[in-house]
């Protein structure tokens, strides 16, 4: 994608979320955008800052829409999901957000799909794509919860001292801390990351 058709997207993208989402959601579709443009921009790869830019504005572009009608999208969609996922508005709404970036703004990266697809409760084997997306709509500066701020610094401390995977096992070990807390029943994908990201840094 060259720098022109970026930043026509970019504009198109900003102009339809600022019509269809409330000024909160909208404020933090820019912060997510913004966390994950930081993030990428230590790797100095210009593809990558761009994709995390398109992904972390279009991540929550569904949440406009009513569980009756993110059900319909998703049934059309072609993607696989589960029945428990199907059921929650706050699971679903990343594979409907993923169907408005392919139907709306003809977005055909599959990275990019996968990366809104997967934000919320993420997949075995990410890519570095997928990985940023999950942490910057987790830690992005409009989040506001108790324990934040000290989340947010251990996050940016591993992410350039120690490395993607490190910041990612904070985000999900906190993931799971919260939704336990809560007395939500957690999907086994967040385990199934802790676990296999524990194993692969020793921790």
């Known amino acids: 994608m060259n720098d022109a058709r970026f930043s026509a997207l970019r504009k198109k993208i900003i102009k339809h979320l600022k019509e269809s989402l409330g000024p909160r959601l909208f404020a933090h579709c820019l912060g997510v955008e913004a966390a994950a443009v930081q993030i990428a921009a230590a790797s100095s790869n210009h593809f990558l800052i761009k994709s995390c830019s398109i992904a972390g504005l279009l991540h929550d572009a569904s949440k406009c829409l009513t569980l009756f009608e993110m059900q319909n999208a998703a049934a059309a969609s072609g993607f696989k999901i589960r029945t428990a ?67 947010r610094r251990k996050v940016y401390e591993a992410l350039f001292s120690d490395g993607l995977d490190h910041a990612l096992l904070l985000v999900v070990r906190d993931k799971i801390r919260s939704l336990t807390q809560l007395k939500i029943d957690l999907e086994k994908t967040l385990p199934e990351i802790e676990k296999s990201l524990a194993e692969k840094l020793n921790m």
């Open 85 to 151: 996922v199907l059921e929650k508005e706050g699971l679903l709404h990343g594979h409907v957000s993923a169907v408005i970036a392919r139907r709306v703004f003809g977005i055909a990266d599959v990275r990019i799909i996968s990366a809104i697809r997967h934000h919320t409760l993420g997949r075995p084997k990410m890519n570095a794509l997928e990985k940023i997306i999950f942490i910057s709509d987790y830690i992005e500066p409009m989040r506001n919860f108790e324990g934040i701020e000290t989340l």
